[in-house]
């Protein structure tokens, strides 16, 4: 299957020979983005920064990460207090520095400390813009210094106060100094060889930092965000002409001017941005230009940077724009929407959009483009960019990137019924295509500059020779250079990499001696005298791939006795059987008879089901269909062993040749306890690996047991275990009549089997599925006691998958997973197997997420079988990595799905992921939906409680009471808790939560319930022992009458009276006592307690001192407040004696006005 886009194309127009390059995406970083969980509503990045080595991504929490490049692994996460990460900069000449802006004003910089294998440390901070936001910061990498501007139009610099300077360098410089202030916000800065470039809304400044001289670049003033950037003649930092500064002005104009500040020429690019714009080459949508000519564009280039080769790069928020500055060319402009900022490195872009996404976008010349796209297998991608840039590839230089043999391969994987026009358009580009030329053919080895291949239809591959002198069967000499070609080809992957590995771990036992050594000279195209009825004696040259292929060629030298050998072999095979024209005669007869005998079966059963007394009898159902069934296997079931209908001469030799065979897989299962195939152990939680077999499960898969284990170890172990092994194996399915043969061999499982054992017409096939499938999904929900001589679900699913509807099986095995674990893992199986030889499995086996989720994208629309198939590779392979981005596959897997193949902490990453995708207001509904059973909400419940949460030793008591601010601690899915306790319930779930919350410490919630369920009394008792007043805030549970003010007064008086208990242990997470001494101790703390006096005043403020004081009387409890409570009281008093008057003087006013206007 092509992995391109999968719908039908129009016609791809020309760009004009003018345009060279392309903005690609190759990459997708919204999996980075999941697994930094910056994709969530609440977390977002705001600023990014690109160096050779990382790429620096600040969040609106105040967090850095910095994530290694290669790989794109996260190697640091640099938190900070001071507000969120407003501007990032990475120094270009040390990686172990870097500099961040937050939104509090704060500038400091980070020393990595990446050679001494140290915690990084923040060496420096400035707070010169303290109430400022900062605009741009910049490098200056000779001394370490860190340039910033701020909106008020102040510039200063930071000195890196860094171990790598000397002591001396240090005693004397300022870290912090004011360079200037400038008339207006800072847009951009810029550093280069001593010269320091200030950008703001009305002109732009050149500043000398070693002799403090300062220029105006032009006279002109401008009114807006216009960058300048400093742009390098020569590639070599030492040596050359100074760079030039390209300043922006308004209406798509660039001041280019010399490193002295002089104004030398301006550039207009209005009327050059009236070309087309071309467009973004990505996996995400299908590339579309329109060739329509455009009106000019009036743009304000906010920014400009120096990017790649002598190219100057500016953006809008919907569109990138790059230059050719020197010669004054548009080199490319494309569409992109929603463009924040972008951070460049050499050719590569990184752009940061206004949702918070990223995107990693590449600028290369076109042939380049499409020879990355071909090594990704992205063939319609790589088609179009073909046909779009037929200029580019044409010419002979293009050979080396692109060679005419990668383009003919390109065209086979291309189908003919969805992309008719794509492919036409490639064939004309193919015949345009110039060979390398002879100057740079010299400089090759002579096979790989003229020889190539291309792949017939029935699979095989031609070699053709492009030498003058050499005709196309020419190909013997082929044998002896293959050396060469083979290092010329090892590019081409057509075939997955394991076939390669498996045919060296079989050995040469599993090889046939007739392809070993063939005759010297034998051509490559062999004219057997016999058939390819045999196959024992194939040449098998054709391979899945090349570098298997080359070897195949290489071993082409078969000796001749050999030959003699396997056709005497044959003659006596044939002379000894009987005529195959006439068994196949008899076999195709036989065969339709069948056929006709289940078509009957079928439409007599299909008949009989649509009887209402029938279909709503399950017994009678279950009849029908077990006659069918009867049908069915007699027809398409296993064959039993034993059961073979040859006999005579024929039935010998393969006999001798099954004799022939190694004996070592039935050596190594003799004496062993029948296992079943189907036994499941739970995937590792970090790797995704599957983890190691116990021993005696290897010997039943014919593996040796590990070296140093003691057998005599695990003897107890399988007594123990003995009991469990039968009921699994029992469960699961086995060959019908399978059982122990001669005593000693042990049942072997039953494969899955994906495809019929002989074709069947369509209309058959589908008459089939539906009684198949219905007869399953009765199994499955069949009382575990199986009936003697009844296929189990499980054997069935496993026997007769092909049959089945796949997303049926699905969903039975959902819903009877718990009284039947094994169907989901026979189904998981056979949709495994029937996707195998899908192109994003060899994606997968190589082991990298992004490039497989990439694939899976490519695969929609997707089928959910299939779709969970590949997501089970996926979690076997990366683990919890893999589950958190399996949110973007909602709704075809669904969390009843992740459940069944994830560990549970795994599954809870997976949930609040798929949750936080949403916006924050359809949070709620969007999890209710999820919720099919009300079960489920308290397994969630439980599940989220259980995991990265507080130990119960630290939230509650050794009498099961609240701990003192117990309520402070931090719980991991503390948001998902949140909203499954937000959702409607009836009551008794409610009460089973707020259970499970008060057992848990999940003070939180648990007040929230019991808000809910009325227990107000429960809640003021919560209260009452966390201590905290700031929980009286909320408006459901602050008390409403004065009867329930007076039984939380009373609670707060018993719990103050009470005995503290012992602080729990320190574990790491608990608040030591010292501190809450402190607390205590501090006014402000005294004030957050929840004391009767407290409380009384708290009351005042609703119903006025007096009366405050009133219902504390009625309590039982002293008068004697403190000075600071008699003193808050005092002034409650006046403040309602004056709120009277004042009501009183507004009352009157009324009242004479009224008398007036009645008079």
Same mark, same amino acid.
Request: hydrophobic share 35%; glycine share 6%; with cysteine.
């Given at each position: 299957?092509?992995?391109?886009?999968?719908?039908?194309?129009?016609?791809?127009?020309?760009?004009?020979?003018?345009?060279?390059?392309?903005?690609?995406?190759?990459?997708?970083?919204?999996?980075?983005?999941?697994?930094?969980?910056?994709?969530?509503?609440?977390?977002?990045?705001?600023?990014?920064?690109?160096?050779?080595?990382?790429?620096?991504?600040?969040?609106?929490?105040?967090?850095?990460?910095?994530?290694?490049?290669?790989?794109?692994?996260?190697?640091?996460?640099?938190?900070?207090?001071?507000?969120?990460?407003?501007?990032?900069?990475?120094?270009?000449?040390?990686?172990?520095?870097?500099?961040?802006?937050?939104?509090?004003?704060?500038?400091?910089?980070?020393?990595?400390?990446?050679?001494?294998?140290?915690?990084?440390?923040?060496?420096?901070?400035?707070?010169?813009?303290?109430?400022?936001?900062?605009?741009?910061?910049?490098?200056?990498?000779?001394?370490?210094?860190?340039?910033?501007?701020?909106?008020?139009?102040?510039?200063?610099?930071?000195?890196?106060?860094?171990?790598?300077?000397?002591?001396?360098?240090?005693?004397?410089?300022?870290?912090?100094?004011?360079?200037?202030?400038?008339?207006?916000?800072?847009?951009?800065?810029?550093?280069?060889?001593?010269?320091?470039?200030?950008?703001?809304?009305?002109?732009?400044?050149?500043?000398?930092?070693?002799?403090?001289?300062?220029?105006?670049?032009?006279?002109?003033?401008?009114?807006?965000?216009?960058?300048?950037?400093?742009?390098?003649?020569?590639?070599?930092?030492?040596?050359?002409?100074?760079?030039?500064?390209?300043?922006?002005?308004?209406?798509?104009?660039?001041?280019?001017?010399?490193?002295?500040?002089?104004?030398?020429?301006?550039?207009?690019?209005?009327?050059?941005?009236?070309?087309?714009?071309?467009?973004?080459?990505?996996?995400?949508?299908?590339?579309?230009?329109?060739?329509?000519?455009?009106?000019?564009?009036?743009?304000?280039?906010?920014?400009?940077?120096?990017?790649?080769?002598?190219?100057?790069?500016?953006?809008?928020?919907?569109?990138?724009?790059?230059?050719?500055?020197?010669?004054?060319?548009?080199?490319?402009?494309?569409?992109?929407?929603?463009?924040?900022?972008?951070?460049?490195?050499?050719?590569?872009?990184?752009?940061?959009?206004?949702?918070?996404?990223?995107?990693?976008?590449?600028?290369?010349?076109?042939?380049?483009?499409?020879?990355?796209?071909?090594?990704?297998?992205?063939?319609?991608?790589?088609?179009?960019?073909?046909?779009?840039?037929?200029?580019?590839?044409?010419?002979?230089?293009?050979?080396?990137?692109?060679?005419?043999?990668?383009?003919?391969?390109?065209?086979?994987?291309?189908?003919?019924?969805?992309?008719?026009?794509?492919?036409?358009?490639?064939?004309?580009?193919?015949?345009?295509?110039?060979?390398?030329?002879?100057?740079?053919?010299?400089?090759?080895?002579?096979?790989?500059?003229?020889?190539?291949?291309?792949?017939?239809?029935?699979?095989?591959?031609?070699?053709?020779?492009?030498?003058?002198?050499?005709?196309?069967?020419?190909?013997?000499?082929?044998?002896?250079?293959?050396?060469?070609?083979?290092?010329?080809?090892?590019?081409?992957?057509?075939?997955?990499?394991?076939?390669?590995?498996?045919?060296?771990?079989?050995?040469?036992?599993?090889?046939?001696?007739?392809?070993?050594?063939?005759?010297?000279?034998?051509?490559?195209?062999?004219?057997?005298?016999?058939?390819?009825?045999?196959?024992?004696?194939?040449?098998?040259?054709?391979?899945?791939?090349?570098?298997?292929?080359?070897?195949?060629?290489?071993?082409?030298?078969?000796?001749?006795?050999?030959?003699?050998?396997?056709?005497?072999?044959?003659?006596?095979?044939?002379?000894?059987?009987?005529?195959?024209?006439?068994?196949?005669?008899?076999?195709?007869?036989?065969?339709?008879?069948?056929?006709?005998?289940?078509?009957?079966?079928?439409?007599?059963?299909?008949?009989?089901?649509?009887?209402?007394?029938?279909?709503?009898?399950?017994?009678?159902?279950?009849?029908?269909?077990?006659?069918?069934?009867?049908?069915?296997?007699?027809?398409?079931?296993?064959?039993?062993?034993?059961?073979?209908?040859?006999?005579?001469?024929?039935?010998?030799?393969?006999?001798?040749?099954?004799?022939?065979?190694?004996?070592?897989?039935?050596?190594?299962?003799?004496?062993?306890?029948?296992?079943?195939?189907?036994?499941?152990?739970?995937?590792?939680?970090?790797?995704?690996?599957?983890?190691?077999?116990?021993?005696?499960?290897?010997?039943?898969?014919?593996?040796?047991?590990?070296?140093?284990?003691?057998?005599?170890?695990?003897?107890?172990?399988?007594?123990?275990?003995?009991?469990?092994?039968?009921?699994?194996?029992?469960?699961?399915?086995?060959?019908?009549?399978?059982?122990?043969?001669?005593?000693?061999?042990?049942?072997?499982?039953?494969?899955?089997?994906?495809?019929?054992?002989?074709?069947?017409?369509?209309?058959?096939?589908?008459?089939?599925?539906?009684?198949?499938?219905?007869?399953?999904?009765?199994?499955?929900?069949?009382?575990?006691?199986?009936?003697?001589?009844?296929?189990?679900?499980?054997?069935?699913?496993?026997?007769?998958?092909?049959?089945?509807?796949?997303?049926?099986?699905?969903?039975?095995?959902?819903?009877?997973?718990?009284?039947?674990?094994?169907?989901?893992?026979?189904?998981?199986?056979?949709?495994?197997?029937?996707?195998?030889?899908?192109?994003?499995?060899?994606?997968?086996?190589?082991?990298?997420?992004?490039?497989?989720?990439?694939?899976?994208?490519?695969?929609?629309?997707?089928?959910?079988?299939?779709?969970?198939?590949?997501?089970?590779?996926?979690?076997?392979?990366?683990?919890?990595?893999?589950?958190?981005?399996?949110?973007?596959?909602?709704?075809?897997?669904?969390?009843?799905?992740?459940?069944?193949?994830?560990?549970?902490?795994?599954?809870?990453?997976?949930?609040?992921?798929?949750?936080?995708?949403?916006?924050?207001?359809?949070?709620?509904?969007?999890?209710?939906?999820?919720?099919?059973?009300?079960?489920?909400?308290?397994?969630?419940?439980?599940?989220?409680?259980?995991?990265?949460?507080?130990?119960?030793?630290?939230?509650?008591?050794?009498?099961?009471?609240?701990?003192?601010?117990?309520?402070?601690?931090?719980?991991?899915?503390?948001?998902?808790?949140?909203?499954?306790?937000?959702?409607?319930?009836?009551?008794?779930?409610?009460?089973?939560?707020? %259970?499970? #919350?008060?057992?848990?410490?999940?003070?939180?919630?648990?007040?929230? @319930?019991? !808000? +809910? =369920?009325?227990?107000?009394? &429960?809640?003021?008792?919560?209260?009452?022992?966390?201590?905290?007043?700031?929980?009286?805030?909320?408006?459901?549970?602050?008390?409403?009458?004065?009867?329930?003010?007076?039984?939380?007064?009373?609670?707060?008086?018993?719990?103050?009276?009470?005995?503290?208990?012992?602080?729990?242990?320190?574990?790491?997470?608990?608040?030591?006592?010292?501190?809450?001494?402190?607390?205590?101790?501090?006014?402000?703390?005294?004030?957050?307690?929840?004391?009767?006096?407290?409380?009384?005043?708290?009351?005042?403020?609703?119903?006025?001192?007096?009366?405050?004081?009133?219902?504390? %009387?009625? #309590?039982?409890?002293?008068?004697?407040?403190?000075?600071?409570?008699? @003193?808050? !009281? +005092? =002034?409650?008093?006046?403040? &309602?004696?004056?709120?009277?008057?004042?009501?009183?003087?507004?009352?009157?006013?009324?009242?004479?006005?009224?008398?007036?206007?009645?008079?």
């Amino acid at each position: 299957m092509s992995r391109g886009l999968p719908f039908t194309m129009p016609p791809v127009p020309v760009v004009p020979e003018g345009q060279s390059h392309v903005l690609a995406e190759f990459d997708c970083l919204d999996p980075l983005l999941s697994a930094l969980r910056l994709d969530s509503g609440r977390l977002k990045c705001t600023c990014l920064a690109v160096s050779k080595k990382w790429l620096g991504l600040g969040t609106s929490a105040g967090g850095l990460h910095l994530i290694q490049r290669e790989g794109w692994k996260q190697r640091l996460i640099l938190t900070h207090k001071e507000g969120s990460i407003i501007q990032v900069a990475c120094c270009p000449s040390d990686e172990d520095f870097i500099a961040v802006a937050t939104s509090q004003g704060l500038v400091a910089v980070w020393e990595l400390q990446l050679e001494r294998r140290g915690r990084p440390e923040r060496v420096s901070v400035s707070w010169e813009h303290r109430g400022q936001r900062v605009t741009a910061l910049c490098w200056d990498s000779g001394s370490l210094r860190v340039f910033a501007g701020d909106q008020g139009g102040k510039v200063s610099f930071l000195r890196a106060g860094s171990t790598k300077l000397s002591k001396a360098a240090t005693f004397v410089i300022f870290p912090v100094q004011t360079v200037t202030t400038v008339d207006s916000r800072v847009v951009q800065l810029g550093y280069q060889e001593g010269r320091l470039l200030v950008s703001s809304l009305s002109r732009c400044y050149l500043c000398d930092t070693e002799r403090e001289k300062f220029w105006r670049i032009g006279n002109k003033e401008r009114d807006g965000e216009y960058g300048a950037c400093f742009f390098p003649q020569s590639r070599s930092p030492a040596g050359g002409p100074p760079p030039l500064l390209y300043c922006a002005r308004p209406g798509s104009r660039i001041w280019e001017s010399s490193f002295s500040g002089e104004v030398l020429s301006t550039h207009q690019f209005k009327q050059l941005l009236a070309c087309p714009p071309l467009p973004l080459i990505s996996y995400r949508s299908e590339p579309q230009y329109v060739p329509a000519q455009r009106s000019s564009q009036s743009i304000a280039f906010s920014k400009l940077l120096y990017l790649g080769d002598q190219h100057l790069l500016t953006w809008t928020d919907s569109a990138i724009y790059i230059f050719r500055p020197q010669s004054g060319q548009v080199l490319l402009w494309s569409e992109i929407k929603d463009v924040v900022d972008i951070a460049v490195h050499r050719s590569e872009l990184f752009c940061l959009h206004g949702n918070g996404q990223m995107s990693h976008l590449s600028l290369v010349s076109a042939e380049r483009c499409v020879e990355r796209l071909l090594r990704r297998d992205s063939w319609v991608l790589a088609a179009s960019v073909c046909c779009m840039f037929p200029h580019a590839l044409v010419p002979s230089r293009t050979r080396k990137l692109v060679p005419i043999d990668r383009v003919e391969h390109l065209k086979t994987q291309l189908s003919p019924a969805s992309h008719p026009e794509l492919l036409r358009q490639l064939d004309e580009v193919i015949s345009r295509l110039e060979p390398l030329d002879s100057a740079s053919s010299s400089r090759r080895s002579s096979i790989s500059s003229h020889e190539s291949f291309n792949v017939l239809d029935c699979g095989i591959y031609r070699v053709i020779s492009r030498r003058g002198s050499q005709s196309e069967e020419e190909t013997g000499s082929f044998i002896n250079q293959s050396a060469s070609e083979e290092d010329r080809l090892k590019e081409f992957a057509f075939g997955p990499e394991e076939d390669q590995g498996e045919q060296e771990a079989q050995g040469p036992e599993a090889e046939h001696p007739e392809a070993e050594r063939p005759e010297a000279g034998l051509p490559f195209h062999l004219n057997l005298p016999f058939g390819p009825n045999q196959p024992r004696i194939a040449l098998q040259a054709v391979k899945d791939s090349v570098s298997s292929f080359v070897k195949k060629i290489n071993t082409l030298q078969m000796n001749t006795d050999l030959w003699q050998r396997s056709e005497a072999q044959l003659e006596v095979l044939v002379a000894t059987s009987p005529s195959s024209e006439d068994m196949d005669h008899e076999v195709c007869t036989e065969t339709e008879n069948e056929l006709q005998e289940l078509r009957a079966a079928t439409e007599r059963a299909t008949l009989q089901i649509q009887d209402p007394f029938v279909l709503m009898d399950p017994a009678a159902l279950g009849d029908v269909l077990r006659e069918w069934l009867q049908v069915l296997e007699r027809v398409l079931g296993v064959e039993q062993p034993g059961s073979t209908s040859e006999d005579g001469p024929l039935k010998e030799v393969r006999t001798r040749e099954e004799r022939s065979k190694p004996q070592s897989l039935e050596q190594q299962q003799q004496g062993e306890p029948p296992l079943c195939s189907s036994s499941w152990e739970p995937i590792g939680p970090e790797t995704g690996e599957q983890p190691p077999l116990p021993e005696k499960e290897n010997q039943g898969r014919g593996l040796e047991p590990e070296s140093g284990v003691d057998p005599e170890s695990t003897e107890d172990e399988e007594e123990e275990n003995a009991g469990e092994r039968q009921e699994r194996c029992q469960s699961s399915p086995v060959p019908a009549g399978g059982g122990p043969a001669g005593g000693g061999e042990p049942v072997r499982p039953e494969p899955v089997r994906v495809q019929p054992p002989t074709p069947l017409p369509s209309d058959l096939l589908g008459d089939l599925t539906p009684l198949a499938t219905l007869y399953l999904e009765m199994s499955c929900f069949r009382g575990q006691g199986e009936e003697p001589g009844v296929l189990s679900a499980a054997g069935f699913l496993r026997r007769y998958f092909f049959l089945l509807d796949a997303e049926r099986v699905r969903r039975a095995c959902l819903l009877c997973h718990a009284e039947r674990p094994e169907m989901q893992r026979s189904f998981i199986e056979a949709v495994q197997e029937l996707t195998r030889s899908s192109k994003v499995v060899e994606v997968i086996q190589k082991g990298d997420l992004l490039k497989s989720l990439r694939g899976l994208r490519e695969l929609q629309p997707w089928s959910a079988p299939e779709l969970l198939a590949h997501t089970h590779r996926l979690y076997e392979r990366h683990g919890e990595a893999a589950v958190r981005s399996f949110s973007q596959f909602h709704p075809a897997v669904t969390p009843a799905d992740v459940a069944l193949m994830a560990q549970p902490p795994h599954f809870l990453a997976y949930l609040d992921n798929l949750v936080q995708s949403h916006a924050e207001e359809l949070r709620l509904s969007f999890l209710g939906s999820l919720l099919q059973s009300e079960s489920l909400r308290q397994d969630w419940l439980e599940l989220g409680l259980s995991h990265d949460a507080p130990q119960p030793s630290d939230t509650l008591t050794a009498d099961g009471q609240p701990r003192w601010h117990s309520h402070f601690f931090s719980w991991g899915y503390g948001r998902l808790l949140s909203l499954l306790i937000q959702l409607p319930a009836d009551l008794s779930s409610k009460e089973t939560m707020a %259970e499970t #919350c008060r057992s848990r410490g999940y003070w939180t919630g648990f007040l929230y @319930l019991c !808000c +809910e =369920l009325q227990q107000r009394t &429960e809640a003021f008792s919560t209260i009452c022992r966390l201590d905290d007043m700031s929980l009286l805030e909320d408006p459901q549970v602050v008390p409403q009458t004065v009867q329930e003010w007076k039984v939380l007064i009373q609670l707060s008086q018993q719990c103050s009276t009470e005995p503290e208990p012992a602080p729990p242990t320190p574990n790491g997470t608990s608040t030591p006592n010292g501190t809450a001494t402190l607390v205590n101790g501090s006014a402000e703390g005294r004030r957050r307690q929840v004391t009767p006096e407290n409380l009384t005043l708290r009351l005042a403020q609703s119903v006025g001192p007096d009366r405050a004081l009133e219902v504390l %009387e009625e #309590c039982g409890l002293p008068l004697a407040l403190s000075p600071h409570s008699a @003193l808050v !009281c +005092e =002034l409650l008093r006046v403040a &309602e004696k004056r709120q009277r008057a004042t009501i009183q003087t507004m009352l009157e006013r009324c009242d004479r006005f009224l008398w007036s206007q009645h008079a």
